[in-house]
């Protein structure tokens, strides 16, 4: 029903006939014609659609041995008047405390729904151990993989971001079919990120909720990767926590840009070279991956959109020594970072809020997601 109603609205953008658009499309989701200027996706969460939204169901720490475990539960995500909350949880709160530490966790289910989505780096089953605990916190990612999909186009989500020490919530795409290879060959688009500590700095600079970014990740091997290229960053005294606001993504042929509230953030518009030569790789002794592609490559494929908060990780999004009214209970580098991060928890699990107005405070929160053809 839904693909039939966004086909017929793109056939008549503004009375007129239908001008067919270089965006393209895939899944359950997607429209069966493309006007130019159509809306091709869209969700202002009057519901939750789980037609429209897969849940991840994983123990894998987002490949950045994030300290959450991703689930489909309405403790972690739902929709209440109009809004998306992606809200955290302790996992003892399910199992108990001593389950953490001694307990045996295989997720996968029976149900279509309830199968693990990523058995990568422990995903599916873990023991835990007192030195290293299971993933102490609950929480959710969502994502359009198997019901939209597109190449080209703008998008917008109105968010507001969480508050509470070592929350990260995210709002990004991945490429639909990893037509490159594996990450980051095939590419990254990270929409918005940003952290929830509400005092925290970095030599001297507010890195927590008054900074978001937006970052491109490309490169033929993990080792190589050129994000450093093409990431922006935009601080708001108020905080981004504090207000909703526009996140904004223009896809074409020719550049990415990302914008909030309408006021450019970052912008890049490879030349001939593409974003092989844009990350410095000509002058690596590596096979391009994309020297088939177009120079937007490999960014000119599709790819899908996913909402996700995550809690901590040892990738250094999260940096050794930052200033925090209460000090960071980890280092990356600690075999033990989940269980020291748990140890840690009265410092940090004051700052979510969970036990007033239903954890709203470290919830993500967003109000809509669009999707316009070019």
């Not at 002058?283 to 490999?298: D, H, L």
Request: hydrophobic share 35%; with cysteine.
């Amino acid at each position: 029903m839904w693909a039939a109603v966004i086909g017929v609205l793109g056939l008549a953008v503004f009375g007129q006939a239908c001008t067919p658009s270089v965006t393209t499309v895939s899944g359950t989701h997607a429209p069966v014609t493309v006007c130019s200027g159509a809306m091709i996706f869209a969700d202002d969460f009057t519901e939750f659609d789980l037609e429209k939204w897969q849940h991840e169901n994983t123990l894998a720490g987002g490949g950045n041995w994030e300290f959450q475990y991703y689930n489909n539960n309405r403790t972690n995500s739902f929709a209440h008047n109009g809004l998306l909350f992606i809200r955290p949880s302790l996992t003892s709160d399910q199992f108990g405390e001593a389950f953490l530490s001694s307990g045996h966790l295989n997720i996968e289910g029976g149900a279509p729904a309830d199968r693990c989505t990523n058995p990568q780096w422990f995903g599916c089953e873990r023991t835990g151990t007192p030195s290293n605990i299971l993933n102490p916190i609950k929480s959710a990612r969502i994502r359009t993989v198997n019901s939209f999909s597109f190449r080209y186009g703008r998008v917008e989500v109105r968010a507001k971001m969480p508050a509470g020490d070592w929350l990260w919530p995210a709002i990004w795409l991945m490429p639909a079919y990893n037509s490159y290879g594996t990450w980051p060959a095939s590419g990254e688009i990270d929409l918005v990120e940003s952290r929830g500590n509400r005092n925290m700095f970095n030599n001297g600079v507010h890195i927590g909720t008054q900074e978001a970014g937006s970052t491109l990740h490309f490169g033929p091997y993990p080792n190589l990767n050129g994000w450093e290229r093409a990431h922006w960053v935009r601080r708001n005294s108020a905080g981004y926590d504090r207000a909703f606001h526009r996140y904004q993504l223009e896809w074409t042929p020719d550049f990415l840009r990302f914008s909030i509230d309408d006021v450019e953030l970052g912008r890049v518009t490879p030349g001939s070279g593409g974003f092989w030569q844009l990350g410095g790789f000509d002058t690596q002794n590596v096979e391009n991956p994309w020297r088939y592609g177009s120079k937007m490559a490999p960014f000119d494929q599709k790819f899908y959109l996913i909402i996700n908060l995550a809690v901590g990780g040892t990738n250094g999004f999260f940096p050794d020594g930052v200033s925090n009214p209460v000090p960071k209970p980890w280092w990356n580098g600690s075999p033990t970072a989940l269980t020291d991060f748990w140890n840690g928890r009265s410092g940090w699990l004051p700052t979510w809020n969970l036990n007033s107005n239903d954890g709203q405070d470290a919830s993500l929160q967003v109000d809509y997601v669009r999707v316009w053809a070019l």
